[in-house]
């Protein structure tokens, strides 16, 4: 294969820099859109262009790619502007949305076909990416991008995403509160056979790549692992990773103010039980958990 030329829109935080890392080692030539605020220069010889995707899309005029992978979209009007901006300039549009844009998190086993939240009346709208918003936002920006670049598009939903670099402090904060606790007592929420859905960020990373090398378009959930996991499962590896011999006392039950990462609600467990089988069909794997417990641990411990 020849070398694909592509435009990433981040590239430098979490998910775009291990797409990135994983395009250069592939042989592809990447350019690299970022406001230069978070690890500017991360990739000698990689080619930069800074700026803010609202107002300064202009520096794209021009230019042609293969691909533009969009790691950082979340109010629509931008992601409109950015596919009509590069709708003569790249064959696919390469789009990072979520599972958050479903609407009903009591069903297990959701699906690409599932119903997804309704946006409030225009009026009530803002760009304000919020806990409440977030969903809702993401469900427009796909919109927007399938109206601007019909058959053109790779739109992902993950769930929670884990692996070096992870900025989230979701699966870190489990890592640290285990691993600080020898000899202690971690609280756990709920029961320790909740289910529970985490990917490593590089294997997202792979996957994205080996689906524009091929070509593929459509609308994918992306979550991990292969196998179903529990809570407690996650945590006996965390234990495992950090060497802790902390003590996991269950039944904890938060209140509705406390924010717990992977913390859901018994009655919308549909959250962690998000059907992915569409991307593992199209060679969606996940590593152990071990392994991505093990090298985020190094990253936060250098």
């Not at 225009?122 to 109206?147: D, M």
């Not at 569409?278 to 060679?283: L, M, W």
Request: hydrophobic share 40%; net charge negative; with cysteine.
């Amino acid at each position: 294969m020849n070398p694909l030329r592509l435009l990433v829109l981040g590239g430098t935080r979490f998910l775009g820099r291990h797409f990135a890392e994983a395009a250069l080692a592939a042989g592809h030539q990447v350019t690299l859109f970022h406001r230069g605020q978070t690890h500017p220069g991360l990739f000698p010889g990689v080619e930069e262009i800074l700026g803010d995707r609202d107002g300064d899309l202009g520096r794209f005029s021009g230019r042609r790619w293969d691909a533009v992978v969009d790691t950082c979209g979340f109010v629509p009007r931008l992601v409109r502007q950015a596919a009509d901006q590069l709708a003569g300039s790249v064959d696919l549009y390469v789009f990072t949305s979520t599972i958050s844009v479903y609407a009903d998190y009591r069903v297990l086993g959701i699906t690409e076909d599932s119903p997804l939240k309704q946006p409030p009346p225009e009026e009530e709208r803002t760009e304000e990416v919020t806990q409440e918003s977030y969903g809702w936002l993401k469900v427009l920006c796909e919109s927007a991008l399938t109206e601007v670049l019909p058959g053109r598009s790779l739109i992902v939903r993950p769930g929670i995403l884990a692996g070096p670099h992870d900025y989230t402090d979701r699966f870190t904060w489990w890592l640290r509160k285990v691993g600080e606790a020898p000899g202690g007592i971690v609280e756990a929420p709920g029961r320790p056979g909740r289910p529970v859905q985490v990917l490593d960020a590089r294997d997202l990373a792979v996957w994205l790549l080996r689906m524009i090398e091929r070509g593929r378009t459509g609308v994918f959930n992306t979550t991990g692992p292969d196998q179903p996991l529990t809570m407690g499962e996650m945590l006996e590896t965390l234990r495992e990773a950090t060497g802790s011999d902390a003590q996991l006392v269950w039944g904890v039950e938060p209140g509705d103010d406390v924010e717990i990462p992977f913390w859901i609600p018994e009655e919308k467990n549909g959250f962690h039980s998000i059907d992915s089988g569409k991307a593992r069909a199209e060679g969606l794997s996940c590593r152990p958990l071990l392994d991505t417990a093990l090298d985020t641990l190094r990253i936060l411990t250098p």
